[in-house]
């Protein structure tokens, strides 16, 4: 018999007949909470009120469904995540003692077993699965065990901690990398590549770039051609257009003088369907030991550059969450890196703006204080005349 705080309120919880009885107080003061659970006890041993028929709780494999169904309807304008959270649902449901185990029974020595075995694991690359690759399992886990929480299903949610020594692939290309990779890439690679580099496309977004969507003239009014990414990507603010720079524009033209007919401008081994992304991918890692080039170099980074670069280059986090296709700021302001000469220049141009701002404003209070001042020296003049005694002339002879 006992009570605990938690989230700032008191929980009680003790056993009656084997079952375990647990609620929470809603309550901040200590007394009042163990007068509570004393009350309840003390009713339930008089038979005053009897137990409540609780729905038994599923096991992770029988809840799993359900899960999948809520992340369909809760992310139906992200069809790749909700594509991110069926597969790593498929690779929990890989664990046999987590498939087998009540929700309310799944606890940290659970989840903890669960992280070694997958640290433990071998890949089909012949590789141990990498640490980021394990957090978005335990990830996934979280947000089923919440949602459930949410149902009413458990009552708590074991901590999940994630494993530390994630690599976050941060790589940015140099221009000297770019030349070099761009040099020695096949051209359907290159191409692909030339454009997620100048445009910021996501490599799934440019291998499925159709013709329709690409406008090498500039629509009226604007200066440049663009392409425009149609919705169903990430997340519906991937629909976008992006303006084409001039490296752009020259190899799409080129390409659509070289492609006989289809609706893709990277058919893959039939012009019916795009070239497919682990495709490239394979071509990708390559060309990259071919040239000695780093591992975390991977195909995202010629994205992760061209966001980086465009932040250097004086674009603010919100311009880069249009172009990026970004669903928050928070996303874009990563690239967004002020350097100390950056910073100076503003304070520069702030201090230009408010002195030439300020000169207005004391130039037009100059003059208007110089027309005052003209004006009362007028008027002064005026009243001294007035009040000036004639001049009395003598008449001769007087």
Known sequence: MAVYKRGGVWWYGFLFNGERIQESTKQGNKRVAETMMAAHRTSLAKGEVGLRDKTPVPKFKDFAPRFEEAIQSLCQDKPDTVKFYKERLRRLLDYRPLVSCRLDLIDEQLIEGLKQQRLAQISRLKKRLSVAAINRELATLRRALRLAQEWRIIDRVPKIRLLKGEFNREFVLSYAQEELYLRGAPQDLKDVALLIVEEGTRPGEAAALTWPNVHLKAAHGARFGYIHIPAGGKSKFAKRNLTLTAKAAEMLEARKEAVNGGAFVFPGRSEEYPVLV?????????????????????????RH??????????????????????????????????????????????????ESRRKKVIESIEAREGLATFSTTVEEQQSSRKSAKPLCLKKKGA
């Not at 682990?278 to 975390?296: F, G, M, N, T, Y």
């Open 278 to 302: 682990s495709s490239l991918d394979h071509q990708h890692s390559s060309v990259r030991a071919q040239l000695k080039l780093p591992d975390e170099f991977v195909l995202h980074s010629l």
């Open 305 to 354: 550059t061209m966001l980086t670069r465009l932040g250097e280059s004086g674009a603010d986090a919100f311009k880069i969450m249009k172009i990026a296709g970004h669903s928050s700021i928070t996303v874009s302001q990563r690239y967004v890196h002020p350097s100390p000469e950056s910073l100076e220049t503003s304070f520069e141009r702030l201090d230009a703006m408010n």
